[in-house]
């Protein structure tokens, strides 16, 4: 079955079939999290061989993809010079302060934002002398209704831009986030890893968070919390509230 490109409505029928694959094989390589031979690509989008190739030269020619000597194609440079792209201001000011607080508490930071239902990380940092850190690679999406990012800043998003799946647990959660200032979670998104986050209210924009990853630390959630919500108001204060 050809998958769905995120956000999107089941029902959407996308204005160019060729754009929306070639978006999906980028999506496809995103999440992957490793080069893919055309024969995996044409098989997760339910493709003849032939188009995935001919798509993937195109990508190719815009440096959006790569091939490595075996073949195997993976998301190319170009990639990470379209992201820096992506709200370049918010990134350059979350760059020090996720660095900062990666190094303090050992785990991995991250800056995530909301894209339709989905959370998705933007730009994460990992410790720099942590011996095995949590990997937060950008580009990770997951649905805003779990995990610590997401939850973090449902309690910021005005609830009639809810998903229609919010739950009643849920609701009471992310009422008792924004009271509590930081929101925790465990085996959610990832097993056995837990996080931290603080939702980052921006004028003019949507609602984001801070967050950390990890599987153990000696320091608490509310101290983490406390840690993130300074660095969201430093961030904040830098870009003019």
């Known amino acids: 079955m050809t998958s769905r490109p995120p956000g999107r409505s089941p029902t959407s029928v996308p204005a160019s079939q060729t754009l929306s694959r070639g978006i999906q094989i980028l999506e496809l390589l995103a999440d992957a999290r490793e080069p893919l031979t055309i024969d995996e690509i044409a098989d997760r989008l339910d493709v003849h061989r032939s188009i995935a190739y001919r798509l993937l030269r195109t990508l190719e020619h ?24 992506v709200a370049p201001d918010l990134q350059a000011e979350a760059l020090p302060e996720l660095t900062t607080v990666a190094n303090e508490l050992g785990m991995t930071c991250f800056l995530a934002v909301l ?15 942590a011996a095995a850190p949590v990997a937060q690679r950008p580009g990770t999406r997951h649905p805003v209704t779990v995990g610590a990012p997401g939850k973090a800043i449902l309690s910021v998003l005005p609830r009639h831009q809810w998903p229609s799946d919010v739950s009643e647990r849920l609701a009471e959660e992310a009422m008792a986030t924004a009271v509590r200032g930081y929101v925790q979670s465990h085996d959610e998104v990832i097993p056995s890893v837990r996080s931290v986050a603080v939702p980052l209210r921006l004028r003019g924009r949507d ?21 993130l919500a300074a660095s969201a108001a430093s961030i904040r204060d830098a870009l003019g509230g």
């Open 62 to 85: 815009h440096g959006l993809v790569g091939r490595d000597s075996t073949g195997r194609v993976a998301l190319g440079a170009r990639m990470a010079a379209l992201a820096a792209g």
């Open 115 to 129: 894209d339709h239902d989905e959370c998705v990380t933007l730009t994460s940092v990992e410790p720099r002398h």
């Open 207 to 227: 609602p984001a968070a801070i967050a950390v990853v990890y599987v153990a630390s000696a320091h608490e959630a509310p101290a983490i919390g406390a840690r």
